[in-house]
């Protein structure tokens, strides 16, 4: 089955619209755009189109690239004391002088859409999180839909990052999976995904994921994102791999208009929590 992440999104979108309507304050979602990332400077655009067409007030903050970890902190402090922002986020990767860690550490978890603070991650690696990280929603709207159980499955996550990975392992596993996480120093990745019954990569590297990788009937989540040539592609081997499969989402198109509506759909819940 090819998953529509364009369709899902728009359901989840109309929800998260009926809420805004409720709120007596227009939600403002605060974004950080450092340096000029094709693919970063993309997926805000798309955030922003997602948010302005269900009533919430997207503000887009452009730092260049030879920014500073302390002037860029200093920044999102500001954003975030602000009463007018309703959340904040910062648009990864940052240049790889700059402490992202640390930048990250100024959103307060009351503001944090992503869940990329230390607080918010604490809270969510100990099942305490207001709400989930994007990503980790995503799969699970995904999951949910197709009524794919994870109690006693086999799942392997390729890549273990703040934004992928990382929440997308530690949740796999509290839901009752056995998770092998797949780097880039792991030997005969074949061993783990052959056994595998879903597959989620969060790599970003064009197709290295092969269809003699996969299982007959695996479902396959494909969080890749590489520019190439102006061509978006996924970690996954598509034409070949979705033979195989029982589920697979396509790039672009697939998880990440999913992930965009989770961000927003977020951004209402922490407002709702708030008041």
Known sequence: MLIDGKTIAEEILAEVAAEV???????????????????????LELKKQAAEKIGIDFRLYKFPADITTQKLRKEI???????????????????????SQYVLNAIPPEKDVDVLSEKSQGAFFVNRGEILPPAVEAVKIILAQNNIGLRGKN??????????????????????ATVSVINEFTLNANRYTLNADIVIS????????KDDMIKDGAAIIDFGYENLEGRIT?????????????????????????VIAAVLSNLVDLIKKAN
């Not at 890549?159 to 949740?171: A, E, F, T």
């Not at 790599?203 to 290295?208: C, H, L």
């Open 21 to 43: 309507k409720k709120l007596t304050k227009q939600p403002r979602l605060a974004a950080v755009l450092v340096g000029d990332h094709v693919g970063s400077r993309k997926f």
């Open 77 to 99: 402090v500001g954003m975030a004391k602000a009463g007018v922002n309703h959340g904040v986020l910062v648009e990864l990767p940052l240049p790889p002088h700059i402490n």
């Open 155 to 176: 799942c392997a996550v390729f890549g273990y990052g703040l934004l992928v990975g990382k929440p997308i392992s530690h949740w796999l596993a509290s839901q009752g």
């Open 202 to 209: 969060g790599v970003g590297k064009q197709n290295i994921i």
């Open 234 to 258: 996924g970690d996954v081997d598509f034409e070949e791999v979705s033979k195989k499969t029982s589920l697979i989402t396509p790039v672009p198109g697939g998880v990440g208009p999913i």
